[in-house]
């Protein structure tokens, strides 16, 4: 049982903002790093080299990308006001940049990457100070077929892993160090004890290492022939400000892959958000826009270091999963780990060194765990046949592209291959779509006025106006009344510690005409408590004030079909379904609460 008394579906040990031991934490920050260093170590040297850059801007600029990746990984978890997520989410190169950082370094060089990186960074700081405007677009579906299609994009190449062995290696060396960590990974996550379970992970990999090493396929030169300590020397490019035809060109490729790697992030923020917590909690919205800003800022500064942006890894929610432990000081250990890799060549040699196998197996088992989240956050808002469409058409449309099944020979020399990524490809069409289901209904009718009890008649006006307009009758008029007034009124309730907030402030009252009812829209300035999760907790608090206080949200539970409500930082926002009364029902919006 949690402890506001809803389920523990998990088995979760420490939420996020809950400290573990320190040498779990510290153990659990050591797994994230093995599994993840390799990344922005790998991606920018494959760019540089394949791009033709300079032999000694190779080592630079895969110092720079991890040392960016340990910072933004620790601001995540840290949070400082709108920066950060509050959450364990591990930064990293992204591969999404591959193809059109190449083209750009080919065609001027690193300066034109820092500076085409510099503005599409400049674009996610952007989207995440005005999020709450994509709103209709970010949805459950497009987050969740996202999450689905991480795995589907990383699948080849953990399945190449599998074979990555020294060349003269017997047949059967490979699997049976794959097999070696799956067995004990899966094993003990299992049948293991809720402490054993814990170190599952890392026992899989230390497993697979050790039958690695006996079979001697472990490559210990590396590790002999690195130093102990050493930095790299300060290589960045600087910027080209001529503003030519190749940026120009090559711009919105850029800002495309920003905004897939903006989505990537939020949905890897809400998949955390699900597994941090025992019991279960609207999404915080705030949190994804920290989120957001830290990749913005992470990939300013690769930008004028002259590396390949970053992007957020979805690897900590399952791995949360699995262990039971989702607490935001992992986070911080894995970023301070990456900190230190990067000054101590000998130990990243350690980590680069553990075998293909054993990596590979360890990430098939995440993947599996990181597709069933993405499932789950595709259903957290129900399924119906246009969410099911959105969702299943985008899932095999990225599976297409990222195989090269539909239309290769097109989708190779558009924008430097950026649709030939199963993410962007999938994740746009999922976007596409959900806008043109937000954009083809009936034009909403709004009003705007203040956010106070007085503007209760004006309200109700408009209401009478919309249901006459749209021929409801007197019941379906009186429910949009009601639930309006509740609304407002839950809006403007005090906070748990008395306090109101003086500030005057602004509501934006939309109704939409939907399937069987309406949709009711009130933005405003940011309030503090979530409606959400107030009509969860219903009953589960005792104390007298704080109960009526929860007679407009008992009202509105009763009234409304289903409430959501986001918070950011700049807007709150409630989404109410009002659904039309069935003739002779017995419900009576009127006999809620005396109308003034």
């Given at each position: 049982?949690?402890?506001?008394?809803?389920?523990?579906?998990?088995?979760?040990?420490y939420q996020a903002d809950e400290t573990p031991p320190l040498r779990l934490t510290i153990g659990l920050g050591l797994q994230l790093a093995v599994l993840t260093v390799a990344i922005p170590v790998l991606i920018p040297t494959a760019v540089m080299r394949i791009a033709g850059a300079p032999e000694e801007y190779l080592s630079w600029a895969a110092f720079a990308a991890v040392a960016i990746s340990g910072a933004g990984t620790a601001l995540q978890a840290l949070r400082f006001g709108r920066i950060g997520a509050g959450q364990?989410?591990?930064?990293?190169?992204?591969?999404?940049?591959?193809?059109?950082?190449?083209?750009?370094?080919?065609?001027?060089?690193?300066?034109?990457?820092?500076?085409?990186?510099?503005?599409?960074?400049?674009?996610?700081?952007?989207?995440?100070?005005?999020?709450?405007?994509?709103?209709?677009?970010?949805?459950?579906?497009?987050?969740?077929?996202?999450?689905?299609?991480?795995?589907?994009?990383?699948?080849?190449?953990?399945?190449?892993?599998?074979?990555?062995?020294?060349?003269?290696?017997?047949?059967?060396?490979?699997?049976?160090?794959?097999?070696?960590?799956?067995?004990?990974?899966?094993?003990?996550?299992?049948?293991?004890?809720?402490?054993?379970?814990?170190?599952?992970?890392?026992?899989?990999?230390?497993?697979?290492?050790?039958?690695?090493?006996?079979?001697?396929?472990?490559?210990?030169?590396?590790?002999?022939?690195?130093?102990?300590?050493?930095?790299?020397?300060?290589?960045?490019?600087?910027?080209?400000?001529?503003?030519?035809?190749?940026?120009?060109?090559?711009?919105?490729?850029?800002?495309?892959?920003?905004?897939?790697?903006?989505?990537?992030?939020?949905?890897?923020?809400?998949?955390?958000?699900?597994?941090?917590?025992?019991?279960?909690?609207?999404?915080?919205?705030?949190?994804?826009?920290?989120?957001?800003?830290?990749?913005?800022?992470?990939?300013?500064?690769?930008?004028?270091?002259?590396?390949?942006?970053?992007?957020?890894?979805?690897?900590?929610?399952?791995?949360?999963?699995?262990?039971?432990?989702?607490?935001?000081?992992?986070?911080?250990?894995?970023?301070?780990?990456?900190?230190?890799?990067?000054?101590?060549?000998?130990?990243?040699?350690?980590?680069?060194?553990?075998?293909?196998?054993?990596?590979?197996?360890?990430?098939?088992?995440?993947?599996?765990?990181?597709?069933?989240?993405?499932?789950?956050?595709?259903?957290?808002?129900?399924?119906?046949?246009?969410?099911?469409?959105?969702?299943?058409?985008?899932?095999?449309?990225?599976?297409?592209?990222?195989?090269?099944?539909?239309?290769?020979?097109?989708?190779?020399?558009?924008?430097?291959?950026?649709?030939?990524?199963?993410?962007?490809?999938?994740?746009?069409?999922?976007?596409?779509?959900?806008?043109?289901?937000?954009?083809?209904?009936?034009?909403?009718?709004?009003?705007?006025?203040?956010?106070?009890?007085?503007?209760?008649?004006?309200?109700?006006?408009?209401?009478?106006?919309?249901?006459?307009?749209?021929?409801?009758?007197?019941?379906?008029?009186?429910?949009?009344?009601?639930?309006?007034?509740?609304?407002?009124?839950?809006?403007?309730?005090?906070?748990?510690?008395?306090?109101?907030?003086?500030?005057?402030?602004?509501?934006?009252?939309?109704?939409?005409?939907?399937?069987?009812?309406?949709?009711?829209?009130?933005?405003?300035?940011?309030?503090?408590?979530?409606?959400?999760?107030?009509?969860?907790?219903?009953?589960?608090?005792?104390?007298?004030?704080?109960?009526?206080?929860?007679?407009?949200?008992?009202?509105?539970?009763?009234?409304?079909?289903?409430?959501?409500?986001?918070?950011?930082?700049?807007?709150?926002?409630?989404?109410?379904?009002?659904?039309?009364?069935?003739?002779?029902?017995?419900?009576?919006?009127?006999?809620?609460?005396?109308?003034?």
């Amino acid at each position: 049982m949690s402890p506001k008394g809803g389920p523990n579906p998990a088995g979760l040990r420490y939420q996020a903002d809950e400290t573990p031991p320190l040498r779990l934490t510290i153990g659990l920050g050591l797994q994230l790093a093995v599994l993840t260093v390799a990344i922005p170590v790998l991606i920018p040297t494959a760019v540089m080299r394949i791009a033709g850059a300079p032999e000694e801007y190779l080592s630079w600029a895969a110092f720079a990308a991890v040392a960016i990746s340990g910072a933004g990984t620790a601001l995540q978890a840290l949070r400082f006001g709108r920066i950060g997520a509050g959450q364990v989410l591990v930064m990293g190169s992204s591969g999404a940049f591959i193809g059109v950082s190449i083209v750009a370094i080919a065609e001027s060089g690193p300066a034109l990457l820092a500076t085409l990186v510099v503005c599409s960074a400049l674009f996610q700081l952007l989207v995440s100070a005005r999020l709450a405007l994509f709103r209709r677009l970010l949805t459950p579906a497009v987050s969740g077929t996202v999450i689905m299609l991480v795995p589907v994009t990383v699948v080849p190449i953990v399945f190449g892993m599998l074979e990555d062995v020294p060349d003269g290696s017997p047949v059967h060396t490979a699997p049976v160090i794959a097999l070696a960590t799956t067995i004990a990974m899966v094993g003990i996550s299992l049948k293991g004890t809720p402490v054993l379970r814990l170190w599952s992970p890392i026992i899989g990999i230390v497993a697979g290492a050790a039958v690695a090493g006996f079979l001697g396929v472990y490559d210990v030169e590396r590790i002999a022939e690195a130093a102990w300590f050493g930095l790299t020397e300060w290589r960045a490019p600087g910027f080209d400000l001529a503003f030519g035809a190749p940026f120009w060109a090559l711009i919105p490729a850029f800002l495309l892959a920003s905004l897939i790697g903006s989505i990537r992030t939020m949905s890897s923020c809400t998949a955390m958000q699900r597994v941090s917590w025992r019991s279960r909690r609207p999404v915080d919205f705030r949190s994804v826009q920290g989120s957001v800003t830290v990749d913005g800022i992470g990939n300013l500064l690769a930008g004028m270091a002259g590396t390949v942006p970053n992007t957020t890894y979805s690897l900590a929610a399952p791995l949360a999963e699995i262990t039971g432990v989702a607490s935001r000081t992992i986070g911080i250990a894995t970023g301070a780990i990456f900190l230190a890799l990067v000054c101590l060549p000998k130990a990243l040699a350690v980590v680069l060194a553990v075998p293909g196998p054993v990596v590979g197996a360890y990430l098939i088992v995440l993947m599996a765990m990181l597709f069933v989240i993405g499932m789950s956050v595709a259903l957290q808002d129900g399924m119906n046949y246009r969410t099911g469409l959105i969702v299943g058409v985008s899932f095999w449309l990225g599976i297409g592209f990222q195989n090269d099944l539909i239309y290769p020979e097109l989708v190779s020399d558009l924008a430097g291959g950026i649709l030939s990524n199963g993410l962007t490809s999938g994740g746009l069409a999922a976007i596409l779509m959900t806008w043109l289901v937000e954009g083809s209904g009936p034009r909403p009718r709004r009003i705007e006025t203040v956010c106070a009890v007085s503007a209760l008649p004006q309200i109700r006006k408009f209401l009478r106006a919309a249901a006459a307009r749209y021929r409801w009758g007197e019941a379906m008029a009186d429910r949009l009344d009601a639930v309006a007034e509740e609304t407002l009124l839950t809006l403007l309730q005090p906070l748990d510690d008395g306090e109101t907030d003086e500030r005057p402030r602004r509501l934006r009252l939309t109704l939409s005409r939907g399937e069987g009812g309406a949709t009711l829209e009130f933005v405003t300035a940011l309030s503090g408590e979530n409606i959400e999760e107030r009509l969860s907790l219903l009953g589960d608090v005792n104390d007298q004030g704080r109960a009526e206080r929860d007679v407009s949200i008992r009202l509105l539970r009763h009234l409304a079909a289903s409430v959501r409500h986001q918070q950011y930082h700049d807007a709150d926002i409630v989404t109410v379904q009002v659904e039309e009364p069935v003739a002779g029902s017995r419900q009576d919006p009127k006999r809620g609460r005396a109308r003034d």
